[in-house]
């Protein structure tokens, strides 16, 4: 499975942009680059993917470099509510015999 | 609320108990998963369901048994556990089993093994 290198941990204040990048040196063409974040006591919660081209959605948008071998999931400003840990996961289209292969992810402080 | 639910939410059980986990889905997937998550631990893919059928197993130990009967439907039993296997145990599940689609997790049961 192609993997993803995340910083441990990064903090920002309420109500700034908040940028998390990931990198996945090995990634392969059929490869979706998945993000999921985590709050303390609860299950992982979907945030976004994408294939090539920057997603947005109402949580968060996803900028993928042009050679895909990065990206950065954009929180456009930071509450309480978004410290957790975040996840950057990838996932061929083709999925036989992949998994969702999670790493220790970025662990995301928000200080008021 | 994710569409996933789980029961229980916490389950203490010893050594030589016989329990079972339930997930029920409400948003029509086909595809199901059970994960561990371990204090300090990344997530652990344990089983993949797709349409009923198994079609993942990661070297998991036979004292966990999963059981889909239908789409919506997701169970692990257990048995003789041992208490490393103490965990957070979470239920997912996604349109179909490729990576076009996303999960969505339950809220977890929270297992102690005495």
């Known amino acids: 499975d192609a993997k993803t290198t995340q910083p441990n941990s990064m903090e920002s204040n309420e109500e700034e942009p908040v940028h998390l990048p990931c990198n996945h040196s090995?990634?392969?063409?059929?490869?979706?680059i998945h993000w999921y974040r985590q709050l303390p006591s609860q299950g992982p919660e979907y945030v976004i993917h994408?294939?090539?081209s920057n997603v947005n959605n109402r949580m968060a948008s996803l900028a993928i470099a042009e050679d895909r071998k990065s990206s950065t999931l954009i929180l456009h400003r930071a509450t309480l509510r978004d410290a957790a840990v975040y996840y950057c996961?990838?996932?061929?289209?083709?999925?036989?015999?992949?998994?969702?292969?999670f790493g220790p992810g970025t662990r995301l402080s928000v200080l008021p | 609320e994710t569409g996933v639910t789980q029961t229980p939410r916490h389950l203490v059980m010893g050594m030589t108990n016989k329990k079972s986990l339930k997930c029920e889905q409400h948003?029509?997937?086909?595809?199901m998963y059970w994960y561990k998550q371990s204090a300090k631990k990344p997530l652990e893919l344990m089983f993949v369901?797709?349409?009923?059928?198994?079609?993942e197993n990661n070297s998991v130990p036979s004292r966990f048994s999963p059981e889909c009967p239908n789409s919506s439907h997701l169970f692990l039993h257990l048995h003789t556990l041992q208490p490393e296997d103490s965990a957070l145990y979470l239920c997912?599940?996604?349109?179909?089993?490729?990576?076009?689609?996303?999960?969505?997790f339950g809220p977890g049961t929270r297992l102690t093994v005495t």
């Open positions: 369901y797709s349409l009923e059928e198994r079609v």
């Open positions: 997912a599940s996604s349109q179909e089993w490729t990576g076009t689609y996303e999960q969505y």
């Open positions: 090995t990634i392969s063409g059929t490869d979706y």
């Open positions: 996961i990838l996932r061929p289209w083709d999925n036989y015999g992949q998994n969702f292969v």
């Open positions: 994408g294939l090539t």
């Open positions: 948003l029509g997937h086909n595809a």
